[in-house]
């Protein structure tokens, strides 16, 4: 009883407890209010939302540069700051360089469907700053274990993207009501950050910033690209739905997902974090047993992936018409193929958080790069054989199964690299002292 109360009081363990409660209290109140906004947005609102999300979610991972992990692993407050400093000035001429990029394509007369929609260049470039700087401040306060700050930012975030998301509808806004309100939330999270983070700013020398980036390097390298690649694996398919089909498909797999985000978020991205801070912090503090929280964490989440998954199978059709509505049905049904996905997803995205506390950059291009190659080959293969939208959906999710297996065996490779470096560290040392 006393190792447990120990454990409990662990800050890493009241930490996570805490990010997990404000991630299910986020879901609840996107989950509370789903049905409303079914019922007042119709399936080609949502599939705008659904587009404009997909689009930035191919940006934010690399609006930054990566920079945001690296703040995990800098030494010193100083160097902690002079890297959030570099981060913030990237993901303002990322976001820029986003809405240019979009600005030629509609020009050249592709993405139509998109281009319908007013100013979806500047919404999916405004979103994807805020989105950049949300990530950034949250990094540098989970470096400071800020937990609590971290929490109340998820429940703010969803609060007010809920709010303001109803009030468009109210407005009859339509896919302005919906995108808005995602922008506004994401503005909205940003604030308790800031404020957690002030008192731990350190006073920096712009020269610094310059022999950080050159430390780290790979990750402007080699994890943002190969981020870009894990974002676009995830997010063409359901673009290429609203493309190929029309925007009321991606409507509709754009509801799928957002149920299927509840465990996902509250599971993985909230696990995601804890991972990667406990992996840096023995790194850091030159500890060891990467590999057997490797093999505790997954087998937890395999567990509950396989629970949800068999929930989702049973329960989601009659769920779902009942909550959302009539006109969700085929969003039930996409749900029930997806979840091969999301029980691999449940358990190596978190995990994979290992491959880049060990910094092996080059090795998780590669898994990335190999990921978006399987996943464009499926799409070509789907799209030439004319096939439906459920077949897309079945191809689509066997294929990030497999992928994410893949994932899941890499990870482990590098779990037992920061062992082995934590270890030939801590015996150096060892000798250095005995010397002395």
């Known amino acids: 009883m006393s190792r447990l109360r120990r454990l409990l009081s662990a800050r890493g363990v009241r930490g996570a407890a805490s990010l997990a409660t404000s991630a299910v209290i986020a879901q ?62 990237v993901t303002i001429v990322m976001s820029l360089l986003a809405v240019l990029v979009i600005e030629i394509l ?34 540098f306060a989970l470096r400071e274990h800020h937990y609590r700050r971290l929490a109340w930012r998820n429940v703010t975030q969803a609060a007010s993207t809920a709010v303001a998301q109803l009030l468009g509808g109210v407005a009859g806004l339509a896919g302005i009501g919906l995108v808005g309100g995602y922008a506004i939330g994401r503005v909205a999270g940003v604030a308790p950050l800031a404020g957690a983070i ?23 390298l080699w994890f943002a690209p190969a981020a870009v690649l894990n974002a676009a694996s995830l997010s063409l398919p359901v673009i290429c739905a609203g493309l190929w089909f029309d925007v009321s498909s991606a409507g509709q797999w754009g509801m799928a997902e957002r149920v299927l985000a509840v465990p996902l978020v509250i599971i ?9 801070s406990r992996l840096a912090g023995m790194l850091r503090n030159r500890e060891g047993g990467a590999v057997a929280y490797f093999w505790k964490a997954s087998g937890v989440l395999l567990a509950v992936g396989l629970l949800v998954a068999a929930a989702v199978v049973l329960l989601a059709p009659p769920i779902v018409s009942l909550v959302l509505g009539t006109q969700w049905g085929e969003a039930a049904r996409i749900m029930q193929l997806l979840t091969p996905m999301l029980v ?38 789907v799209h030439a054989g004319g096939a439906t939208l459920e077949v897309l959906v079945v191809w689509t999710s066997w294929a990030f199964a497999v992928i994410y297996l893949a994932t899941w065996i890499v990870a482990y490779h590098a779990a037992n690299a920061i062992d082995k470096r934590s270890n030939r560290v801590s015996d150096t040392t060892t000798n250095a002292d005995r010397d002395r």
């Open 106 to 139: 509609f020009a050249m007369g592709q993405l139509k469907e998109m281009a319908r929609f007013p100013g979806f260049s500047w919404w999916a470039g405004g979103i994807s700053f805020f989105s950049g700087v949300f990530v950034l401040l949250g990094q």
């Open 344 to 381: 691999a997803r449940l358990v190596a995205s978190p995990i994979s958080k290992s491959l880049v506390v060990a910094q092996w950059a080059r090795t998780n291009f590669a898994l990335d790069f190999g990921r978006f190659i399987v996943v464009a080959g499926v799409l070509l293969g």
């Open 198 to 220: 002030r008192g731990e700013l350190a006073r920096f020398r712009w020269a610094d910033v310059w022999a950080l980036l050159r430390e780290y390097r790979a990750f402007p």
């Open 268 to 276: 993985a991205a909230s696990v995601a974090q804890i991972v990667e």
């Open 28 to 89: 609840g109140i996107a989950l509370l209010v789903t049905p409303v906004l079914s019922r007042i947005y119709d399936p080609s609102a949502f599939g705008y939302l659904t587009l404009v999300v997909s689009v930035t979610s191919m940006i934010v991972p690399a609006v930054a540069l990566r920079l945001e992990s690296a703040v995990l692993l800098a030494k010193h407050p100083r160097s902690a700051t002079a890297l959030l400093a570099a981060g913030a000035l």
